[in-house]
């Protein structure tokens, strides 16, 4: 049965067993949202008139005194009679581009560091997205999801860049790294997520990346050198060991178009790369003000809140920084 979830003076019909962020986004109706899987709760909301059924919300997440006084998790509630939530706050309001299904072929799989791959996916029909945003992959012959963050900018529409992360006996990488070929069909649904690029700012960029945590931040960084080729951009990708470094070529390239972009590796296991250390650590180096700047960070939850600490000690506004966690797979 569908129960109608009202937000504000928005209304959305949500079909039997559909989460409520999944009934708004399908909608095209904006709501806070990261991972989609009940961890970061970043989608809770107040719920002020009727009921839901909480499903796998995990208590780490939304714990029983929060359910108690009205809470939920919107990636993972559905409603259980006609229900009303608290709107997002004003300056929470984002770019909403409708949810949906997809049907992709993979045209490339490549190996391009130790246990990490680009997958190139060609749709069937056009995504619309903004740079940075995630999509989610149906394993095949199952009903595992995965998250994947974009590394292509939404002038390409059709053709999707994945880097993917080899997590030993993961059913995902058993996949990606074992059975895939190119011509596979696969289901996609997107676009995901609140780790979008800031198109109406206009002065310098610092971006901080963590392993494949480089994704979205290329897909970024390519988009806005598209809007502004001589905006100043520090991209610093961190990695633990030289054999981690990829896609190094791609953005020496960029250098050389584009003057104001510094492209950084930081190996913080061994000897090698542009810096030795961690890229919080040659951040702060290499800045000494960043009042000015809008800050990007993507990476592991430990990566994205030293990196939030190096940018506010180099007094970066806190509304400037957006940040991407990897969340472990459900
Ligand atoms: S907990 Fe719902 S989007 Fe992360």
Redesign the pocket.
């Given at each position: 049965m569908s129960y109608t979830v009202t937000t504000g003076t928005t209304s959305v019909d949500c079909g039997p067993e559909q989460p409520i962020?999944d009934a708004f986004l399908r909608s095209g109706v904006w709501m806070p949202?990261?991972?989609?899987?009940?961890?970061?709760?970043?989608?809770?909301v107040k719920v002020h008139s009727g009921s839901v059924d909480h499903r796998n919300s995990p208590e780490g997440?939304l714990s029983q005194a929060e359910r108690s006084d009205g809470y939920a998790?919107?990636?993972?509630a559905t409603p259980c009679s006609d229900t009303s939530i608290d709107p997002p706050a004003a300056d929470e309001v984002a770019t909403t581009h409708a949810l949906r299904d997809f049907v992709a072929t993979v045209s490339e799989v490549r190996d391009i560091a130790d246990d990490t791959r680009r997958v190139l996916l060609t749709l069937d029909e056009p995504l619309t997205f903004s740079a940075g945003q995630y999509v989610e992959v149906t394993v095949p012959g199952g009903s595992a999801k995965r998250q994947y963050s974009l590394a292509n900018p939404p002038t390409e529409p059709k053709l999707l860049e994945l880097h993917v992360r080899r997590q030993p006996g993961g059913v995902a990488s058993e996949w990606l790294f074992g059975t895939v070929e190119v011509g596979d069909r696969i289901d996609i649904t997107g676009p995901y997520g609140d780790f979008t690029f800031d198109e109406d700012s206009t002065g310098p960029m610092a971006l901080l990346g963590g392993g494949t945590g480089l994704a979205p931040l290329k897909g970024i960084i390519r988009h806005a050198l598209a809007l502004d080729p001589e905006r100043e951009i520090l991209l610093y990708h961190g990695i633990r060991t030289c054999a981690d470094v990829y896609d190094a070529d791609f953005f020496r390239e960029l250098e050389d178009k584009h003057p104001g972009l510094r492209y950084v590796t930081c190996v913080s296991r061994e000897n090698g790369g542009d810096r030795e250390g961690y890229v919080t650590d040659a951040f702060v180096k290499d800045v000494s003000s960043a009042k000015e700047f809008t800050g990007y960070i993507c990476g592991s939850e430990k990566f994205v809140e030293a990196a939030v600490k190096s940018f506010k000690r180099r007094r970066m506004s806190p509304r400037r920084i957006r940040r991407e966690k990897f969340t472990a797979a459900g």
């Open positions: 962020l949202n990261s991972c989609n899987q009940g961890t970061c709760g970043t989608c809770r997440t998790l919107a990636c993972q």
